[in-house]
């Protein structure tokens, strides 16, 4: 039963994206053999989320997996994603603390998920640190590489800071001195 239902997810997998009709077949069969597994639920999620844009439905999936297995980890980035997209912030949080206590999740990967829920919330600072945080977990060039994205994008959106007073001041006499001394 496991190979016929695992012939069935490579089969999804290898179509995802691009014929999603081979996809939707793939899975329900998969999900009509092993309506548990993990993987299969996952990317039904994933379905419903990414291409469907029906946040709840593919809630629902992972929800799914993750009272079949909180190990299922290939469960916790797209269900962060959905969360984050359908502005359910406060339980994407939660699920984010909660992962980074189980044994063997990537610590960065969570870490910069909590970096990008602190993003959508404008709190540039704090999504900072836990860029800083992902920094520090990360154990490979190419995500590091990501991290170094992000961290980028999300100083592009800080405000600007506005000069001090005694900065201001500082520079208006430096112009009135170089006027002086221009005439």
Request: neutral net charge; hydrophobic residues 35%; aromatic residues 14%.
């Amino acid at each position: 039963m496991g190979t016929l239902t695992n012939n069935y997810i490579f089969k999804a997998l290898e179509n995802y994206p691009y014929d999603l009709e081979e996809v939707m077949e793939a899975l329900n069969y998969a999900l009509s053999a092993d309506d548990k597994n993990t993987m299969a639920l996952t990317l039904m999620g994933r379905m419903y989320a990414e291409k469907l844009y029906k946040y709840e439905e593919a809630i629902g999936y992972f929800k799914l997996a993750l009272a079949e297995d909180i190990r299922a980890f290939e469960v916790y980035t797209p269900y962060i994603n959905t969360l984050l997209w359908n502005e359910d912030y406060k339980e994407a949080e939660e699920f984010i603390d909660f992962g980074l206590t189980v044994k063997g999740s990537d610590k960065a990967l969570l870490y910069l998920k909590k970096a990008n829920l602190y993003e959508q919330l404008k709190d540039y600072e704090k999504a900072l640190t836990f860029i800083k945080l992902a920094k520090e977990y990360t154990f490979n060039s190419d995500f590091m590489v990501d991290v170094n994205l992000e961290k980028d994008r999300i100083k592009g959106k800080m405000p600007e800071k506005k000069k001090s007073k005694s900065l201001k001041n500082s520079s208006k006499s430096k112009k009135i001195k170089d006027n002086v001394k221009k005439l």
